[in-house]
T-cell receptor, first 114, second 115 residues
Framework: AQSVTQLGSHVSVSEGALVLLRCNYSSSVPPYLFWYVQYPNQGLQLLLK??????LVKGINGFEAEFKKSETSFHLTKPSAHMSDAAEYFCAVSEDFGNEKLTFGTGTRLTIIP | GAGVSQSPSNKVTEKGKDVELRCDPISGHTALYWYRQSLGQGLEFLIY????????KSGLPSDRFSAERTGGSVSTLTIQRTQQEDSAVYLCASSLAGQTRYGYTFGSGTRLTVV
């Protein structure tokens, strides 16, 4: 079964600083990888997805992620943090082609320091 | 509807009571998923419905948990004889069949508190 590991359950960055949230997937190349964001008392919202079309994926709100097969990673970045980016972020991986189930990481809570 | 709708948004129940949580997916989405999010935990897969196929129940934590999906649309997650460890946010999501590459659309969840 596929799995993802998110390093760092809590990350704090200053407003305007680089945001880097880490995600590593299990060794077999998954069909699809996703980043979701969850704001307080809300459901999850899709930020971006990797579907093998391009290794650098751009998402909403200025976020992007790069798929690196050699490092089994799919880290999420944003050049300049904004106060509104404070939320919880989840990395997710699909099982296999034809299996619609997603497996989620344990999440990273991002705090922005004014 | 425009999005995935879940009800109630909050539910407080006494230990030992049964509860029903409802999910109304996006119209036309044939795949429906239930996840559980406990405090400080990630999302735990519970069950997955895909069209008329038998559901994938591999994530249900005990036989107190069950779910059904009527008419390929609305789904109900039932927890019998609730326990305090059942307290969590229960999230429902839907997607187009065979379209996982587009991701899921999630509802806002039902926060269940067992006292």
């Amino acid at each position: 079964a596929q799995s993802v590991t998110q390093l760092g359950s809590h990350v704090s960055v200053s407003e305007g600083a680089l945001v880097l949230l880490r995600c590593n997937y299990s060794s077999s190349v998954p069909p699809y990888l996703f980043w979701y964001v969850q704001y307080p008392n809300q459901g999850l919202q899709l930020l971006l997805k990797y579907t093998s079309a391009a290794t650098l994926v751009k998402g909403i709100n200025g976020f992007e992620a790069e798929f690196k097969k050699s490092e089994t990673s799919f880290h999420l970045t944003k050049p300049s943090a904004h106060m509104s980016d404070a939320a919880e972020y989840f990395c997710a991986v699909s099982e296999d082609f034809g299996n619609e189930k997603l497996t989620f990481g344990t999440g990273t809570r991002l705090t922005i320091i004014p | 509807g425009a999005g995935v709708s879940q009800s109630p948004s909050n539910k407080v129940t006494e230990k030992g009571k049964d509860v029903e949580l409802r999910c109304d997916p996006i119209s036309g989405h044939t795949a429906l998923y239930w996840y559980r999010q406990s405090l400080g935990q990630g999302l735990e897969f519970l069950i997955y419905f895909q069209g008329n196929s038998a559901p994938d129940k591999s994530g249900l934590p005990s036989d107190r948990f069950s779910a059904e999906r009527t008419g390929g649309s609305v789904s109900t997650l039932t927890i019998q004889r609730t326990q305090q460890e059942d307290s969590a946010v229960y999230l429902c999501a839907s997607s187009l069949a065979g379209q996982t590459r587009y991701g899921y659309t999630f509802g806002s969840g039902t926060r269940l508190t067992v006292v």
